[in-house]
């Protein structure tokens, strides 16, 4: 087959569906990576606009512009924007479209998550901005403490929208983390082991499980709040046995994480084209991974550096001080790590050059403002003032915009395929750097002399009104340096001439291919040997096109790439992607029917959305597997491999655990509030225990162990050729008999309204019963799929998948009915 | 209504650069001195950032310098000397500084404290008196110049935050708990503070007026009751 027969024919299997249909039913990560960025800067505009709004209303004193109520929607808006619908999204569009191509994959692990993932993001971000149109947007600041948001501060419909459309942007976060995961432990060229991955994968594989396990405590702090708005039960309410520092415990175990989310991936950025602009390799590279490690593990230690004003004892603030300042040990190895690369190499100015040095003059000044706050005395003169605005955008713009923007331009030839020709960019570059420090410099200063963030305006004589002035007029010429990016974007997009192959000459497999991006990525996947694959063989791109790699057949129109070992990254399996397909943005529409029903009050749309998204749930992983046909798959070069679907430890159940992951950490944030309420609430005990009593604990305790053994014996009567029905029936035998026992709690607590105890055993005892409902699910469709011949004696993966939700809600419910019981027992 | 006469003029400064008592001060101390090191650390980074620009550039075409015998070295230098222990030296002395102060900071028992109570509420401030306890001031809090003040926080509604910021640093105000800012005065005076939390539209006027009076002064106020 000649190159371009196999281009032709690949771009046929892999492209998505022609015209305007192909938007909603593409799965391919080069769209949905470039949908997910493109959707991410448009909420980066409207973010920009608040800005601009906010630094009109603040140039002069007492402006008219805005009013209090107003003032607070937009700044609301403004944080909420930039956090959850511009840096987060632009960070997963980013991983999506890039990782697969660095690590020599043809597309990510679970294509139709991907789309999925992207069309809840859209949905939810739809509310948000239904609700700033209509003039009906959250109002509480971004981090929205009750009881301000509750009923008693927001009784409006204000903060629903945000708990509410928040928690769905997130489905799209945790999708993104699962198969971000997912992908770059087992979608990798061959060869391709961890001590030769790029280091963007690195850091995106921190990133990941920083996000499995940093956004669950925000997910879970969402619902309570939620319930507690629309229900009364009352978590955060003082009076009845909740508290509002648990709000701010769960938001900031999430908060202060999400900051390193947000900025290990913009490292990553640095990492990869800072060497390429300096002609030279990362210095240090396992110490840098080293590094990016330390910081992730570190991040989830000192949320509480967000709380120091609220009365914290002393010890615990000194320890949380410490870890805080603690955190600048590995962003300074990084950094000098940078430094060092730059010093051993030839550093040359261009254009995303010009940015990586914008970020060190920025980030620098961010970080060293960072290690102020994280002293407590000073912290509590400077927080909540326009100090801390200003340390957050020296952070955020310093370590995450500018990163981005020398990415942007560092790969703009594989986005686009255009050469750059009209040279604006260096002006937007001087617009931007000079722009922002003029805005925010100044803005330590004006906060030291006191200046609240969050105040809608000002009296005069405080000394305040030059330096906001300044800053406004700042604020404007960033702006216009950001427009002129995106003009200078669209121009050269629209304009310039078609750019040659790896035109930075760098090393890593994304250069590899021809630019603009095809679909295919790889028309064969090469075999690597070192971290730079292309320095280390510069005719590898010609031998990748020739079809001399894997899988260059282009193969009964399948869309197919390898699964590798995790270490060594050694071949294993072939996996055979699913087609486009409506099914995800249909799932997705679905799914937001729950979120809207809770929205509404519109309660009876919930349990029928739910129904449908069980439904498309199964019609969705009904696709998958294979029925034993065509198992295995000769790849090239005399390797015969087995599909992916036909092992034991198939895909899906890899997402599965990954997925638990989260979900564990979820459950362990929910016992952890109510060990909080436990030992911190004021008005404890509640008037009553729950009464533990015989029966309810030895039913649930019967079920426990009787489950997973039912599954297990159903996989092992399948392994012999024999029925599964008899360990299926045991196994939801179990699954009932936990149910009980969580219904029993339920019913033996008071009314959850009365008191936050009895609000959290109706919490856990639903959490353990849609685990155990979950589990039984997949019990039954594995046997189900026994029948149609997906499951049998040599392909049992799904009933391993089955098994691993069984085993999981077997924990749940042991510890969550065993929590529930122990005030009781003990007292 | 007083407390708008006395919000003009420079008693409104709210200032944490122009300490008007020990807390405050230790505070602008540490930011002076934190100032000077970050400014310090930061143009020592930019240096060498500049540094690293010494050589020209080398031509496209050229293969990237790759790893040499120097590369260990380097590590050396760059990582464990400045990216390890530099950060850790720096970090050590800050943080030992800055627990020092925080103790110093702290409403340790003293026979000469005077309690008052600080009850904030949207959006307005009630504050009552140990040592009188049937006196009740709204949005102006009495204290005695020169001693030191144990401010008892609490609120009726939602979250605020109470701040002199030329007397000491914030503290919360939250629902069920009672958290205790230790204030002190040096001189005679009316001294500006402001809720520092967000707490809904009329956060902005969240104001109040701290009057530190004379020994003579603060007896008069707490037998009658007036200023
Ligand atoms: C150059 C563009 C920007 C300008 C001029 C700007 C300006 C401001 C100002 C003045 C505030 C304080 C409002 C107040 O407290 O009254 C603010 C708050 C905030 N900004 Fe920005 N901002 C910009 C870009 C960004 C970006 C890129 C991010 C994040 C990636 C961001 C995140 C935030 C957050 C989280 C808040 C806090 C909102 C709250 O208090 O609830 N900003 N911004
Ligand atoms: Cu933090």
Redesign the pocket.
């Known amino acids: 087959m000649s190159p371009l027969r196999r281009h032709r024919q690949l771009t046929r299997i892999w492209q998505s569906d022609p015209g305007w249909k192909g938007w909603f039913t593409t799965v391919n990560h080069n769209d949905l990576g470039r949908m997910f960025m493109g959707t991410a800067i448009v909420f980066?505009l409207i973010?920009?606009i608040l800005?601009?709004l906010?630094?009109a209303q603040?140039a002069t004193p007492r402006s008219a512009f805005m009013g209090p109520e107003v003032?607070a929607q937009v700044?609301?808006m403004?944080?909420?924007i930039?956090?959850f619908l511009?840096?987060i999204p632009l960070i997963e569009g980013a991983a999506i479209y890039f990782l697969p191509k660095m690590l020599g994959a043809r597309d990510l692990a679970f294509p139709r998550l991907t789309a999925f993932g992207y069309w809840c993001y859209v949905f939810g971000g739809s509310m948000l901005l239904f609700a700033m149109f209509a003039g009906i947007a959250p109002d509480s600041?971004?981090?929205l403490y009750p009881p301000l948001s509750s009923t008693l501060g927001s009784p409006g419909i204000n903060s629903d929208f945000w708990l509410i459309g928040i928690t769905f942007v997130e489905i799209s976060a945790i999708s993104a983390a699962v198969e971000i995961t997912v992908t770059i432990l087992r979608y990798r060229a061959p060869g391709m082991s961890l001590d030769k991955m790029p280091i963007f994968a690195w850091y995106l594989l921190v990133v990941a499980l920083m996000i499995l396990t940093g956004f669950p405590p925000l997910i879970l702090g969402s619902v309570l709040l939620e319930l507690e708005r629309a229900f009364g039960w009352p978590f955060f309410q003082v009076a009845q046995g909740g508290d509002s520092l648990l709000w701010q415990h769960l938001f900031w175990l999430f908060g202060h994480p999400e900051v390193y989310i947000?900025f290990l991936p913009a490292a990553g950025v640095i990492s990869t084209v800072l060497p390429v602009m300096a002609r030279t390799t990362l210095l240090g590279y396992a110490w840098v991974i080293a590094a990016a490690v330390a910081l992730g593990v570190l991040s989830f230690g000192i949320w509480v550096h967000h709380m120091f004003a609220t009365g914290i004892p002393h010890m615990a603030l000194a320890f949380f001080s410490a870890a805080s300042t603690l955190v600048a040990v590995p962003t300074g190895i990084q950094i000098f790590a940078w430094l060092g690369t730059l010093w051993k190499g030839r550093p040359q100015l261009k254009l995303p050059m010009l940015w990586i040095i914008g970020f060190f003059a920025t980030f620098v000044i961010g970080g060293l403002t960072g290690v102020m706050v994280a002293v407590v005395p000073f912290d509590w003169q400077a927080h909540d003032t326009?100090f801390v605005?200003a340390h957050?955008?020296y952070v955020?713009?310093g370590g995450?915009?500018f990163p981005f923007l020398a990415g942007l331009y560092y790969w703009m030839p594989l986005l686009t395929g255009r050469k750059r020709f009209f040279r604006l960019g260096e002006t937007a570059f001087w617009l931007v750097f000079v722009?922002?420090h003029v805005?925010?410099l100044a803005?330590h200063w004006v906060g030291l002399l006191g200046q609240r963030?969050?105040?809608?305006t000002y009296e005069g004589g405080h000394g305040w009104e030059v330096i906001n002035l300044i800053?406004s007029i700042g604020?404007f010429i960033?702006?216009i340096g950001?427009g002129l990016v995106i003009i200078d974007i669209a121009v050269n997009t629209v304009f310039a001439a078609r750019i040659r192959r790896d035109p930075w000459r760098a090393g890593t497999l994304e250069w590899a291919m021809a630019n603009p991006s095809p679909a295919y990525n790889f028309a064969s996947l090469p075999r690597v040997s070192a971290r730079d694959p292309l320095y280390d063989d510069p005719a590898l791109p010609h031998r990748i096109a020739r079809g001399e790699g894997y899988l260059g057949d282009a193969y009964k129109g399948q869309r197919e790439t390898l699964v590798v070992d995790i270490a060594t990254g050694e071949p294993l399996q072939v996996v055979v992607f699913p087609p486009n397909t409506p099914l995800p943005i249909i799932l997705a529409f679905v799914t937001g029917g729950i979120f809207l029903g809770l929205l509404t009050k519109l309660y009876w749309m919930v349990p029928l959305s739910l129904i449908g998204v069980a439904a498309l749930m199964a019609l969705w992983a009904w696709g998958l597997g294979s029925r034993g046909d065509d198992v295995m798959r000769d790849v090239g070069h005399g390797l015969n491999l087995p599909r992916a679907a036909t092992v034991p430890q198939p895909p899906g159940w890899w997402g599965s655990a990954f997925l638990l992951l989260a979900d564990a950490t979820f459950f362990a944030s929910l016992i952890f509030g109510y060990a909080f309420l436990w030992t911190v609430a004021p008005n404890w005990p509640p008037p009553a225990y729950l009464e533990p009593g015989i029966i309810g604990p030895l039913v649930g305790l019967a079920g426990v162990v009787v489950a997973p053994f039912g599954i297990r014996l159903a996989e092992r009567h399948l392994r012999r050729g024999g029925t599964m029905w008899p360990g299926v029936a045991l196994a939801l035998a179990g699954a009932a008999a936990m149910a009980t026992a969580a219904i029993m709690a339920v019913r033996a607590a008071a009314d959850p309204e009365l008191h936050a105890y009895d609000a959290i055993i109706w919490v856990i005892a639903g959490y353990v019963l849609v685990h155990v409902a979950l589990a039984a699910g997949m019990s039954i469709y594995a046997t189900v799929r026994r029948y149609a011949g997906y499951v049998a004696p040599d392909r049992f993966g799904e009933v391993r998948i089955a098994r691993l939700w069984t085993d999981y809600a077997s924990v749940v419910a042991l510890i969550g009915l065993a929590a529930l019981q122990l005030p009781g027992a003990v007292t | 209504m007083t407390t708008l006469v006395l919000l003009v003029g420079c008693e409104n400064s709210l200032s944490t650069v122009d300490p008007a008592g020990p807390a405050a001060n230790v505070i602008a101390t540490l930011w002076w001195i934190m100032l000077a090191g970050a400014t310090l650390i930061f143009v020592f980074v930019m240096v060498l950032l500049a540094l690293t620009f010494r050589r020209p550039g080398v031509a496209d075409a050229d293969n990237p310098v790759g790893e040499d015998g120097a590369a260990r070295g380097r590590e050396k230098v760059w990582l464990v000397g400045l990216g390890l222990c530099f950060p850790l030296v720096v970090l050590a002395a800050l943080l030992a500084y800055g627990l020092v102060i925080g103790e110093r900071l702290l409403p340790r028992d003293d026979p000469a404290v005077v309690t008052v109570h600080a009850e904030g509420r949207q959006w307005e401030w009630r504050f009552s008196y140990a040592d009188a306890p049937d006196l009740v001031t709204e949005n102006v809090l009495h204290i005695p110049a020169a001693t030191p003040v144990d401010v008892r926080i609490t609120t009726v509604d939602v979250i605020h935050s109470f701040w002199v910021p030329r007397l000491a640093g914030k503290l919360d105000a939250l629902p069920g708990h009672e958290n205790v800012l230790r204030i002190e005065a040096w001189k005679p005076g009316r001294y500006a503070g402001v809720s520092a939390e967000?707490n809904g539209p009329g956060f902005l006027g969240h104001r109040f007026v701290v009057i530190a009076h004379d020994a003579e002064g603060w007896s008069a106020f707490l037998t009658d009751g007036a200023p």
């Not at chain 1, 963030?453 to 809608?456: C, D, L, N, V, W």
């Open positions: 980066f973010g920009g800005a601009m906010i630094r603040l003032y700044f609301t403004h944080g909420t930039m956090m511009f840096a600041g971004w981090f947000i326009h605005v957050m955008h955020l713009v995450f915009v722009g922002f805005t925010f803005m963030r969050r105040t809608f800053s604020g960033t702006a950001f | 967000y």
